[in-house]
Antibody, heavy 115, light 108 residues
């Protein structure tokens, strides 16, 4: 069955960067897009961007342009999301989700930004 | 930037029909998707491509669209359906995704 397993919780200081991984299994990795979605405490879902694992092409929400980088490693069926210049407002659970539209979701990774 | 608009809350009694709406200018051209999220859990897809139901989702969940509005209907809502519900779609380019603000469904 499809599994998306994300890396563990992170605590970062303002101004630092964080890199979250999402390891896929149970399907052909290069056949499905991967989205990144975040959810701040008590808030709604926010779409961050998408990567095509086949060629590596990406599209990012305007809000995150210049701060987010999504990459993939086809040898390990893993996608990565790196967010730089972290601020307290970036404290959130970050999800990867497979599909043309997000269909299968990872378990989420809590990123806490605090001095 | 493109937005999808949902009501913040909907409340029904058990057994009643709950309807959650989602409005957006590109919805006549781009499919809506619906997600259920219970507290502390990852979202679960309940309706895709406007009205299709993934396997394992109860038949009481259905979706429809008319013009710029999509609707998630829960027929005979049950206490376990209490959750936050989000619509998702893309802008007219088909590239940029967007979620609605979410609707808290209360069943009591």
């Amino acid at each position: 069955q499809v599994q998306l397993v994300q890396s563990g919780a992170e605590v970062k200081k303002p101004g630092a960067s964080v890199k979250v991984s999402c390891k896929a299994s149970g399907y052909t990795f290069t056949s499905y897009y991967m989205h990144w979605v975040r959810q701040a405490p008590g808030q709604g879902l926010e779409w961050m961007g998408i990567i095509n694992p086949s060629g590596g092409s990406t599209s990012y929400a305007q809000k995150f342009q210049g701060r987010v980088t999504m990459t993939r490693d086809t040898s390990t069926s893993t996608v990565y999301m790196e967010l730089s210049s972290l601020r307290s407002e970036d404290t959130a659970v970050y999800y990867c989700a497979r599909g043309g539209a997000p269909s299968d979701w990872g378990q989420g990774t809590l990123v806490t930004v605090s001095s | 930037s493109y937005e999808l608009t949902q009501p913040p809350s909907v409340s029904v009694s058990p057994g009643q029909t709950a309807r959650i709406t989602c409005s957006g200018d590109a919805l006549p051209k781009k499919y809506p998707y619906w997600y259920q999220q219970k507290s502390g859990q990852a979202p679960v897809l309940v309706i895709y491509e406007d009205s299709k139901r993934p396997s394992g989702i109860p038949e009481r969940f259905s979706g429809s669209s008319s013009g710029t509005m999509a609707t998630l209907t829960i027929s005979g809502a049950q206490v376990e359906d209490e959750a936050d519900y989000y619509c998702y779609s893309t802008d007219s380019s088909g590239i940029m995704g967007v979620f609605g603000g979410g609707t808290k469904l209360t069943v009591l």
